[in-house]
């Protein structure tokens, strides 16, 4: 057959996939890795990158090629800089099953310095989304969200969705046991060097995709010039046996920050007491939140008992920017019975974007799952070690089912490979702590690891100090580290802004000194939000911008404008609300008669008094146009 045909969409490129697959043995001697063009997905056509999407297709079984070929989905985005490295950064996700399309919308505003030096190639592991096939599984979410109605029957309708997914890839003729850290390893090599043509590469990996990242430096090292791992996994830990101790640790730890902050201690006088007695409250009696199903709109019914608000509180820790307003949230619920937040987070864990199929295949064929207990010291309380632990009987039943192979033992021995190796860690992380990021560090003789205060899971887009570290690194990776940023890291539970002015076009305004510039008139920091300056070159045209932006919004969430008069002009204030993904966004406009100004300002919901007070307030009274 004639393979380039097999060249031109993507519908034909699935179609002759298939076609491979029954042919392997005749082709694939004759096929080499390429890279395929793709259309971009719609979500990154507003990012200010130069983006290239495409396939590359790579073995299904690395040593038995003629089992055919599966095509793992890639984006590159080209350097912003005109003497660009020849080693780009390869970006690998976390999950497993998580797609790579959270990272490269976050490093489009926190990796400007490293995109400025090398290009960024954003891989979408095997299975993921993206890539083909994809191992998602949309009736998972459904059961999922279904489940969570009833405590008492989550386990069962958890495990028929686990159920019926893998019958429909038992339908699809898709054989999980490909799916392992062994066979994604060895793709990236052949992705970044064999497809795309670079001679050498940078990895970065994050929580699962560091423990893939230390599977490459041992076993497909091809390539690699230097590493960073970012909120480490170390090969072969048990994650559900060390996450009572660890999630209740990094509890303490910002119960403790909490009440050494004026402002957050007169708020949350007893942030620990408080948990523990909203456990103790649900473990005794559930309650029944109702909110908002993310896929369909709808309204769902949740019911929360001491194992769901466990888990909410633990995957909270994972946010670096939420970490502020927790204990405001939880305090919430045991003053006021607010458990929206909860049920909204709860809701929030599974998407119909995650590849629940990769999910099963990693940490089903990474661990035999046997019966060991938790390892907590005395100081953890019983009540939270009892509701985190519920969690970790999942993958003791699901993994008999989803019956894979282990992987080899070797493969999760420490990594040891003689590669420069950066290692970050957060003080606040619940599942990857710091202790992780030393122990594997130990054993890689080129290895620095920093611990960065006030982070939780993943460092590098958390603040400009860890992606300004990682950026020094990729230059030199044998030069001696500046590490003083480290020093003023830590947690604010005050949002705090300083000023500085700005002009775009023909408006002058003010956007926080540090918000970084992602491209002309749009700002941006990790942990705070975003702000636009939209101008029209012709005046009365503001209606026509609002219904173009609010056009299908819900009335609820947009309420009623305001009308305020600030400085020069009078400004229409619309303020949307998104609980369901817990944020705001507010777009005020103004005209002349020679333009018409419309400001955007996004950021976390719990910080929507904040940056309308100290953000949104200001740089109008302080904006000057034409």
């Avoid at 594997?440 to 100090?465: D, Y």
Wanted: charged share 15%; aromatic share 6%.
């Amino acid at each position: 057959m004639n393979i380039n045909k097999c060249r031109t969409t993507l519908q034909l490129l699935i179609a002759c996939l298939l076609l491979l697959v029954a042919t392997a043995s005749m082709t694939y001697a004759q096929s080499a890795a390429q890279f395929t063009p793709t259309d971009c997905p719609e979500q990154f056509a507003q990012l200010p990158l130069q983006l290239a999407c495409g396939l590359v297709a790579v073995p299904l079984e690395h040593d038995a090629p003629q089992r055919g070929t599966i095509s793992v989905a890639v984006f590159r985005a080209r350097s912003t800089g005109n003497n660009a490295a020849a080693d780009p950064l390869v970006l690998l996700q976390g999950g497993p099953g998580g797609s790579v399309d959270t990272l490269l919308l976050a490093s489009a505003v926190s990796l400007t310095d490293i995109l400025a030096e090398r290009d960024l190639v954003f891989i979408e592991q095997r299975g993921n989304r993206y890539s083909v096939p994809s191992l998602t599984c949309p009736s998972f979410v459904e059961k999922y969200l279904m489940s969570l109605a009833n405590t008492s029957t989550a386990d069962q309708l958890a495990l028929e969705a686990s159920q019926s997914c893998l019958d429909e890839f038992a339908a699809a003729g898709i054989d999980l046991s490909a799916f392992d850290s062994v066979e994604n390893a060895r793709d990236i090599p052949t992705v970044v060097i064999d497809a795309l043509g670079y001679s050498s590469y940078n990895l970065y990996g994050v929580s699962y995709g560091s423990q893939l990242a230390q599977h490459i430096m041992e076993i497909a090292p091809r390539g690699l010039r230097s590493v960073i791992l970012d909120a480490v996994a170390p090969r072969g830990q048990d994650f559900d046996q060390m996450a009572p101790e660890y999630g209740w640790r990094a509890f303490k730890r910002l119960a403790e920050a909490c009440a050494a902050d004026t402002t957050c201690a007169d708020a949350n006088p007893d942030l620990e007491g408080a948990l523990l007695g909203l456990l103790e409250r649900l473990n005794a009696e559930p309650v029944n939140v109702t909110t908002i199903n993310p896929t369909t709109g709808e309204e769902i019914n949740v019911q929360l008992d001491d194992a769901a608000l466990a888990t909410v509180v633990f995957n909270s820790l994972y946010d670096t920017a939420g970490l502020a307003n927790l204990p405001g949230l939880i305090t919430a619920a045991a003053e006021r019975d607010d458990f929206s937040w909860a049920a909204q987070t709860l809701v929030a864990l599974v998407s119909p974007d995650f590849s629940i199929g990769m999910n099963f295949a990693v940490n089903c064929s990474e661990q035999s799952y046997d019966d060991s207990q938790p390892i907590v010291s005395p100081n953890v309380p019983k009540i939270f070690v009892e509701a985190i632990s519920e969690k970790s009987l999942e993958n003791k039943t699901l993994c008999p089912i989803v019956n894979v192979p282990l992987i080899a033992s070797e493969a999760n021995t420490p990594a040891d490979a003689d590669i420069p190796t950066l290692l970050m860690s957060g003080t606040y992380d619940p599942i990857t702590p710091a202790e992780y990021g030393i122990r594997v560090a130990e054993t890689l003789p080129k290895a620095v690891h920093v611990e960065f205060p006030g982070v939780g899971h993943g460092a590098i887009m958390s603040n400009t100090c860890p992606a300004s570290i990682a950026a020094a690194f990729l230059k030199d990776p044998a030069a001696e580290l500046d590490l003083s940023c480290v020093k003023s890291m830590g947690l604010r539970f005050a949002v705090s802004f300083e000023l500085s002015e700005r002009t775009v076009g023909t408006a002058t305004f003010l956007v926080p000194n540090d918000w970084t510039e992602i491209e002309r008139g749009a700002f941006a920091d990790a942990m705070m939000g975003s702000f636009m300056l939209v101008q029209e070159e012709q005046g009365r045209v503001l209606e026509q911008l609002l219904n173009a932006m609010f056009e299908g919004a819900d009335e609820q969430q947009l309420g009623t404008p305001a009308q305020r008069m600030l400085g020069q002009y009078t400004w229409t204030i619309y303020t949307l609300r998104l609980d369901s993904e817990s944020m705001v966004i507010f777009a005020a406009g103004a005209e002349t008669n020679a333009n018409t100004y419309l400001v955007l300002l996004q950021g976390d919901i719990n910080n929507a008094q904040q940056l309308e007070e100290d953000l949104l307030v200001p740089t109008l009274t302080a904006f000057r146009g034409k």
